[in-house]
């Protein structure tokens, strides 16, 4: 495996690890002054900005742009909304071309309000992507689809399964799609060693995120840990990735409103280096 305690630049920042409370300005300096290789910026924090403003501050701090989070979701009530959401999923893609974004993450959506058709959200999902990775790939991006734990399957992703989303990519077959494996969202799947390798060997892994499933955990949306602080057998799981192939930035996303959102970003910074290298 690849030693990541010698190698710091292996390890980029999602910057919803530091729950938005400083500037992006201020978060890629921190990001590179703490020695890491990449940062995945929000839509949000680059709002009402010059975005290739933005991206050259990134490059010119030495970071480059993993992925740019996220998509607004697909799955809608009607054609108009459908085209709407597609519409403001294009504008997101010209931000992350400006930004030199590597991939461009999706986050699909679920149940549209008032819908109980999983299998019609599903469907929009997969023909909303395939339009997405057409756009995209003139723009020289990649896009990254991450399924979501199935707690979220109501609402933020009706892709839940590690298979499901290589069946996407397989059915689309556009060499610009691909997946973004987050253990926080995979580690509990039985078949999560044997879809990594299909992941691999199908060439479609774009992107790897980390943090840890606490136990017990008071929110499955805010509440993730620092590497090491819960059950995700983390090692393992870097092993499966790597042994199929992946040799990309390890980002770190932690969604943790009572805890490290409330912590100096430096701090932070400097646990999660520590965690990179030992635990991760
Ligand atoms: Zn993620």
Known sequence: MRDLAAQPKLC???????????????VIEEIARAGFGGVGPWRREIEGQDVKTIG????????????FCRSPYLPANSRAAFVTAIESNYRALDEAAALHADSYVIVSGSLPEGSKDLSAARAQVAEGVALLCAYAAERDIKIALEPLHPVYAVDRSCINLLSQALDICAEINAPNLGVCIDVY??????????????????????SYHVSDWLSPTIDVLNDRGMMGDGVIDLKSFRHLMENAGYDGLVEVELFSAENWWKKPIAETLGVLKERFATVV
């Open 12 to 26: 980029a920042v999602n910057t919803a690890t530091f729950g938005f409370q400083a500037p992006l300005s201020e």
């Open 56 to 67: 050259r501050q990134i490059r010119d701090a030495g970071l480059s742009v993993t992925g």
């Open 185 to 206: 969202h995979t580690w509990w799947d039985p078949n999560l060693a044997r879809d990594i390798a299909r992941a691999g060997r199908e060439k479609r892994i774009i």
